[in-house]
């Protein structure tokens, strides 16, 4: 751990002249990563502004400041959003060298103008005609799996872990049928979409890297290898749709493009929503009586979720860096200033949000969030994201509605600087 500080802080641009400087804090931290939010939330009573020494970040805390950065992009780049945070090994570099390895940045990371062209393209796939096509397919899903944990009980197998049973397979198989992948490759595809969170904004050993790099080599080339089938064999899926954007002008959306989108995809749509899934549980279950509430009125659900996204996203920060000097809260920050925007804090900031650390499904603006962000990059799933989540907690509340956290477990979420979920989630009915 020292000596992934120390790495970073060689890597780090110093801090801004006149910015408060934080000697000790990182997320990484083993009390901010069991719970983040009292320290948050210390970090921003200290002062809405500071530069953390141990990360290399200017940070921001206040939602104004997060809004602002959010809503000018031309100042404060995206370009490094995906970028490891630690120092790739050389090893994992190695694997990435490969000469057919070069998916495009298309999205989070892609700046204006092209940014607007793609995602022109890619919105009109997110539409609300494609999540309707895909609600059966999550309902059936959702009903299978929970078949699945029931007959797992019944032959000795509980408590069932919640996430292998449930919580991992449903977000990437749906992402895959949303693309248009077959049924047939979900095994793999969810084995290469795995532990992408760690590889980005995590720690991992050089051999993790390794092995998570030699998996988003093998996606990348099953990507590729499914859009040239998919030029012959089109159907009501995302994929077709993007080709035949292609097809129509193939200067607006290349075919690089179009493989680099499903690329992206396959993490933008998969670990965050299996955090979410499992966070609405460790919200819900310990508070029974807004659990019970649910299961009487599933119409409370569309909120509930809305309230776990504010109280315990599986999103609590994003990160930026300016583009040219600028001006942020009094403090002169210089071009190539790197900002890490601390949602964990925002979503809970008092002025907001009444009794911010309560968690309460009723809240009536708990989707003032921020945790999809905010402007031209917000998150293109953010829909999907919530249907899934009202579609599972509709399907749980109804097939088991006596579900429960098993007492005394260890809830731990993985060391990474943004996601937050469970590793692993024990629960019995
Ligand atoms: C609970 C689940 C999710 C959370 C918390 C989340 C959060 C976010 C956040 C914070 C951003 C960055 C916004 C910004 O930079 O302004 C983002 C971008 C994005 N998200 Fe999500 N996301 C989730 C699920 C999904 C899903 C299911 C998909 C797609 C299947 C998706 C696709 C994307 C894409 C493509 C972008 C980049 C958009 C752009 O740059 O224009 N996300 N997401």
């Keep these: 751990m020292v000596d992934d500080y120390h790495q970073l802080r060689e890597a780090a641009p110093p801090a801004p ?12 931290d083993e ?23 141990q990360l290399g970040y200017v940070v921001i805390t206040e939602m104004d400041d997060i809004l ?19 120092p790739l090994a050389e090893e994992a570099k190695a694997v990435l060298a490969a000469p057919d390895f070069d998916p495009q940045k ?17 919105r009109q796939g997110f539409s609300r005609r494609r999540l ?53 490759d979900d095994e793999r595809l969810k084995q290469w979409c795995s532990d992408r969170k760690a590889f980005s904004w995590g720690r991992p050993t050089p051999a993790e ?16 290898a499914f859009t040239a089938a998919k030029r012959d064999d089109r159907a009501d899926d995302f994929a077709s749709e993007l080709l035949a954007a292609h097809d129509a002008d ?19 749509g998969h670990e965050a929503v299996t955090a979410l899934i499992c966070n609405c549980l460790l919200c819900l279950l310990p508070r029974r009586e807004q659990w019970d509430q649910l299961v009487a009125d599933p119409t409370l659900i569309p909120n509930a979720v809305e309230e776990v996204l504010r109280f315990e996203s599986s999103q609590i920060s994003w990160r930026r860096i300016t583009t040219e000097d600028t001006m942020l809260r009094g403090i002169e920050l210089p071009a190539g200033t790197r900002i890490f925007m601390n949602f964990a804090s925002a979503n809970r900031q ?69 996601f937050r979920g469970p590793e692993q989630l024990l629960v019995d009915w």
Excluded at 17 to 28: A, K, T, Y
Excluded at 106 to 122: C, E, L
Excluded at 156 to 165: Q, Y
């Design 250 to 268: 193939e200067r607006e959306l290349t075919y690089r493009e179009v493989e680099s989108i499903l690329y992206g995809l396959s993490f933008a």
């Design 132 to 184: 309707m096509t895909l609600e059966p397919y999550v309902r059936r899903r959702s009903n299978e799996l929970i078949d699945d944990m029931i007959a797992a009980k019944a032959g000795g197998g509980a408590p069932v872990e919640f996430i292998d049973a449930f919580a991992f397979p449903l977000p990437g198989e749906t992402v895959f049928r949303f693309i248009g992948f077959p049924e047939a």
């Design 350 to 418: 008092p002025d907001l949000f009444d009794h911010p650390n309560e968690f309460d499904i009723h809240r009536p603006n708990a989707a003032q969030h921020i945790s999809f962000g905010k402007g031209m990059h917000y998150c293109l799933g953010a829909s999907l994201a919530k249907f899934e989540a009202v579609l599972v907690l509709e399907a749980l509340v109804d097939r088991l509605p006596t579900l429960r956290l098993v007492e005394h477990q260890k809830i731990w979420s993985s060391a990474n600087i943004t």
């Design 106 to 122: 298309v999205m989070s990371n892609r700046q204006a103008p092209d940014h607007g062209r793609i995602r022109k393209y890619t």
């Design 17 to 28: 002249q006149g910015c408060p400087v934080n000697h000790d804090w990182s997320p990484l």
């Design 31 to 53: 009390d901010y990563l069991a719970d983040p939010y009292p320290i948050a939330s210390r970090l921003r009573s200290e002062g809405p502004i500071f530069y953390a020494e």
């Design 68 to 86: 602002e950065v959010f809503n000018n992009p031309a100042v404060y780049s995206s370009e490094i959003v995906q970028d490891p945070v630690f």
């Design 209 to 224: 890297q390794t092995a998570i790099a030699t998996k988003m080599l093998a996606y990348w080339r099953y990507c590729r």
